[in-house]
């Protein structure tokens, strides 16, 4: 059997948000700007990074995401969230390991709803025709600077996007929640990912080592965040700790 | 309708020292059975790093090892990656060579490109080039194969005017083939006239048409080789016992922990964006199989598993939508035991091949 993972989620746990309960209505947000980023990662602690809930994708890989929405129904924002690969069963996922959101009521709704976590740090994403960098910045101090050069238009068809597996108090306990977004993509540019800076320590997991460039893609996406439909237990496979929500 | 066996050589953990030995000794002693009883192919797959779900990186030297082993059946090195990071062009065509001489003209050369980022990017190799260094390859091999002296100028390879030798036993050349994963390569394969390797993808009624179409365009190709191999091979798999619940059971463990391990590979769709991957590959098409609607004994319908009456009863309808020729699956990650999985083959062989008029030219109970 695939390997699993066994890590302690309890550092994790102190900063994950609590969700009232999980009868969240979806929520469609217009032309949202998205980078990602995705490197594979040094495999020696892959499982340690992991709940037991997951398996790592061979080769571990990470994640790290970009949105900015400016001008939607809603308030803007920018938000910046690191991801690790992994599979839940036999699903694509990506575990969050930290978030970072510029607008304070916006993250607070986020956590609430779908369980992203609220991370200090203040991310920006700029767009260029050149170059998409995505920055965090805490106390001053620059944690994340990644991005993608030499764009190339490309289909939003090519682009594949997983769900993120958020770690949060739910009223059934700590859970791992499914937030499983659609796209519906206006433009799609794929190029190189660079990094200049990744703190790992500062990012959530101090043995994150980037260790191989894979791809990197900018689009354009109307993204509607779902009603929520899948919780998992964190301590136990997902195949058989898999809850739907009723 | 012939019958084959098809391997990917998955190894379970804890990998402790002889079990990689193990695992390949139960593959040679099923394919010496397989030879006796009238399976008519071995097929044996190209994969890198794929841990667990395929310790097979060097298929020719498996099917060598079978080839010295056995009389009669084929030798199927399948896929063979058809990119220039993973196998340079001549090595290509000598080994093949190679394999068919040793083999007493045995071999098929099943061709294609790879679908896994983990292997690509272990070579290397650029996702987007994959699809034409595939096409590449095939148009050139044929004449590698049959050119007393060969030289090409291409975009993936290029060399010099060389013998490149030894050359096939078959002639003019071993069958060819293409594994058909992608929707639309089996449309490539017939365009070039080469034999469809394909995966029960999809319901019967979808493979129908699949192979409608392919038998209409391979009416009108171009061959790249020096004959048309007008063949559909697909992938199943087996187990077959006297009782259908039984081999119901046994079977849907055996396709469970093969999907199980299949879906953790790092698909090249999933990690990189291009459009040279519309899918992620076979993997999601044989899940989709194995999870389908059940028959009246609650078996999803296209599998081979069960009672032979009930496995009969599957492979004549694959029949009936156009399938030639059906590869199995007979183990997965070593989840059926060694003697249950010879029972199996035993089985089936002498009572489902006999209901297949050409599937066999020897049976032994």
Redesign the interface.
Known sequence: ???FGSRDVSSLLDGAPTMPDLQTDSLTIERVEILHV?Y?IRSAPMLEMLPAAL?P???P?LSVWGMKVRGSDIDDFTLAQVCI?C?A????RGFLLSCFNDNDASAKDLAARWGFRQDAGTPKLDVAHHRTQLTVERDGKTILDIGLVSPEA??G????Y?ANMNLAHTPSGPRLVQVDPEFVFHK?D?GKPYVEVFDAEELGDDRIVLS?P??A?FTVADVTLPKLRYTCKVDVPAMAGTETVA | MKFGIFYEISV??PWTPGREKQVYDNCIEQVKLADELGFDQVWCVEHH????YSHSPAPELFLTACAMVTERIRVGHGIIVCVPEFNHLIKVAERTAVLDILSGGRLEVGTGRSAT??EL?GFGADPDETKKTWDEYVRVLPKMWTNERFGYNGRAVSFPERAIIPKPLQQPHPPMWVAVTSPGTELDAADRGLGSLGLTFGGFAEQEKKVKEYRRRIQLCDPVGDFVNEQVNTVNFLYCHEDVKQGGATGQRLAGTF???A????AA???????SY?SLGLLPAV?QEAEGPGDANGLPEGLAIGDPDRIIEVIKRWEGVGVDRINFLLNA?ETVPQQEVLDSMRLFAAEVMPAFADSTEKVVA
């Not at chain 1, 068809?157 to 594949?160: I, M, S, T």
């Open positions: 059997m695939p390997l995705r594979e398996h994708t061979i080769p890989t690969g599979r069963g036999v699903r694509p490309i289909s068809n090519d682009v594949q997983v799609a794929r191989w894979v791809a893609s | 379970p953990r790093f794929l841990e667990e980022w983990t990017a999907n199980y391990m879906s953790q590979l790092l769709r999933e990690a990189y964006p291009t459009r519309p899940r990650a």
